[in-house]
């Protein structure tokens, strides 16, 4: 071990890996196979206080620092080259006081452990869609999931955070203390601290899903697909729109949490509505636990494939909206997911937190994975030759679904106003843009 690397390890609980260290390259891992960085340095954090100290290390070693959770972030953002790297994952413990409704979340906590340790009491709170899948990033980016509809985003139920900041002090920030903070903490992604803690307000959920696909082929799927957008629009709040597209074939839908034999009865309605516009090849009712659902596409969306992703936010999926989606020729043409938004998403004030678009109706993503680095260039083009015209259709987009498109991702994501708050607040916490490995809040300059 280096000197430098020695000094670091005085002060840290957890281990400190360098190259070559066992572990090592377990930690610079990241879902993207893209990815392939070398930290100088990689922290396992044991406590807010390990945080702390190897943040103030960082900064007195002049090192780019990385925040891992769950290593989902599509560009990389938590592997620094070179630099040091906060890997939070020996803090995955989630804590449930059922009678308070609350759950306290360490920052290195996967969704799988939050949705599993809540539905032991019967509880839960809204979480994407794949369990393995950090808290901490998508949280912090807001956090769509299929109970969001009933209770919001992942962010609006984060009652107070514990946070380390670029000073390496350790904070609380909720409504009383810290509010911008905890106002910029909602949407506002890595870009004001470490998160070493999440208090999350959680709900009766007493674990009922049900899954609903109609298919149809591409080339009939325009008259299916506009009568299903037109029923989104008075859906249940238990019910939340969602259509795919692989290859040639849509699956339009909705995944439901909440009693099943409703849904069933939703689903009935919306496949007799949908077969006025075209013959249904294959109808796919699948009850199941809400613990089921929310590992369902694990295998599909594992690690170690090289991926690529282009997102946009639509208000409205009008009817140019859907002939482009479905405009589907040529080569290597990306996968497409349409999720919608609304219900608790929208009752929320757009100024009432940093996350922002909340008039979103539905988030789209065109996804494409292989295996072969040579691939890289011809499925990049092909996956923007396909999303890129959308963009003109497009009001914003997900932050947490922006891949490498720095400012002007940004300015996808957030309204000018939003963008003058934040700078506001980072500042007044990181001014020197310590945590600049993100989609990044720039400072006002020196
Ligand atoms: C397979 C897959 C499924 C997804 N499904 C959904 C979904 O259903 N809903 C949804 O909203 N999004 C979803 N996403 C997007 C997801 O929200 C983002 O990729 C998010 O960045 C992942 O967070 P992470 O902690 O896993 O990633 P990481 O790469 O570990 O973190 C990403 C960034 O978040 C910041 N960060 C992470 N943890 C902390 C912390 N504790 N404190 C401070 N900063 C931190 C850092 O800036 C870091 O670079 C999905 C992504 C993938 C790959």
């Not at 990049?380 to 497009?394: D, I, K």
Request: aromatic share 8%; with cysteine; proline share 4%.
């Amino acid at each position: 071990m280096s000197t430098s690397g020695r000094m670091l390890r005085s002060r840290v609980e957890g281990p400190v890996l360098e190259p070559g260290d066992a572990g090592y390259d377990e930690s610079r891992s990241v879902w993207n196979a893209m990815i392939d960085r070398r930290p100088r340095f990689v922290v396992r954090c044991a406590s807010a206080g390990d945080v702390a100290s190897a943040v103030r290390f960082a900064v007195e070693h002049e090192l780019e620092v990385g925040v891992r959770c769950g290593g989902h972030g599509i560009v990389g953002h938590a592997v620094p080259d070179d630099g040091l790297m906060l890997d939070l994952r020996p803090m995955g413990e989630v804590q449930v006081d059922a009678t308070a409704r609350r759950a306290r979340v360490q920052g290195g906590a996967l969704l799988g452990a939050l949705d599993l340790a809540t539905q032991a009491y019967g509880l839960a709170t809204t979480a994407g869609n794949v369990s393995h899948t950090g808290v901490g990033g998508l949280t912090l980016g807001g956090g769509m999931g299929w109970l969001a509809r009933q209770h919001g985003l992942s962010c609006d139920n984060v009652v107070s955070f514990e946070v380390v900041t670029a000073g390496g002090e350790i904070l609380r920030a909720d409504a009383e203390s810290h509010p911008e903070l905890y106002w910029a903490l909602r949407g506002g992604g890595g870009n004001f601290g470490v998160v070493t803690e999440f208090e999350f307000a959680l709900h009766p959920e007493p674990g009922d899903a049900l899954s609903v696909e109609f298919l149809f082929p591409v080339s009939s799927a325009a008259g299916p697909m506009r009568r299903w957008r037109d029923a989104s629009r008075t859906a249940d709040r238990r019910a939340t729109w969602n259509a795919t597209i692989v290859e040639q074939t849509v699956s339009l839908g909705f995944v439901w949490v909440g009693d099943a034999a409703a849904g069933a009865d939703r689903a009935d309605e919306l496949g007799a509505l949908l077969a006025t516009a075209g013959p249904i090849a294959r109808r796919i009712v699948e009850p199941l636990s809400y613990l089921e659902l929310q590992v369902r596409e694990d295998d599909v969306e594992g690690p170690a494939l090289r991926r690529y992703w282009k997102g946009h936010y639509f208000r409205d999926l009008g009817d140019e909206v859907i002939d482009a989606v479905l405009a589907r020729d040529g080569d290597d043409v990306p996968d497409v997911s349409l999720q919608a938004y609304g219900g608790a998403i929208a009752d929320v004030a757009d100024g009432d937190t940093a996350f922002s678009r909340r008039d979103t109706a539905f988030e789209f993503v065109a996804a494409c994975r292989w295996h072969e680095p040579a691939d890289d260039e011809k499925r990049m083009v092909a996956a923007r030759r396909y999303a890129g015209p959308l963009e003109r259709f497009a009001s914003g987009a997900y932050v947490n679904a922006l891949g490498d498109e720095g400012a002007a991702g940004i300015r996808r994501a957030y309204s000018e106003d939003k963008l003058a708050r934040l700078r506001t607040v980072k500042d007044a916490y990181d001014p020197a843009n310590v945590f600049h490995h993100n989609q990044n809040i720039a400072p006002s300059p020196a």
